[in-house]
C-alpha cells in the first residue's frame, strides 16, 4: 500500500506564502490526488485535488481557497504540491494528502499549517 508524508508547514504571517509536499513512498501514476485540511474542532474537507485526463492534469478547488492555492504533481508522480498564497487565519489547520481514486489509504501525518500575526 502507498503512504504519503507531508511537510512544507510552519508559521505564517497573515498574507503569507507555503509550499507543501506530499512525498509517495512510490508512484501514484494518474491516481487522482487530494489535498484536506482540519482545523480544531472540524471535519477534514478536501480543498484542491488533481485529475488526470488525456494525460492532461486538472485541478480543482474548493471556493475557499480558489484563486490563492495550486496543487500540482511532478513527472515521476511521485510527489503532490500545493502551493498556499495570501494565508489567512482561516486556513489554519492541519493539512494532509491522500489519493481520492482509488480510494484513500491509511492517512499520514499531516503537516501544521499556522496563520498568524
Known amino acids: 500500500q502507498v503512504q504519503y508524508a507531508e511537510s512544507g508547514g510552519g508559521l505564517v504571517q497573515p498574507g503569507g506564502s507555503l509550499r507543501l509536499s506530499c512525498v509517495a513512498s512510490r508512484s501514484f501514476y494518474d491516481f487522482t490526488m487530494g489535498w484536506y485540511r482540519q482545523a480544531p474542532g472540524r471535519e477534514r474537507e478536501l480543498i484542491a485535488s488533481i485529475t488526470a485526463i488525456g494525460g492532461r492534469d486538472y485541478p480543482n478547488y474548493a471556493d475557499s481557497v480558489k484563486g490563492r492555492f495550486t496543487i500540482s504533481r511532478d513527472n515521476p508522480r511521485t510527489t503532490v504540491y500545493l502551493q498556499m498564497n495570501k494565508l489567512g487565519p482561516e486556513d489554519t489547520a492541519l493539512y494532509y494528502c491522500?489519493?481520492?481514486?482509488?480510494?484513500?489509504?491509511?492517512w499520514g501525518q499531516g503537516t501544521q499549517v499556522t496563520v498568524s500575526p
Open positions: 491522500n489519493q481520492i481514486s482509488p480510494a484513500p489509504v491509511t
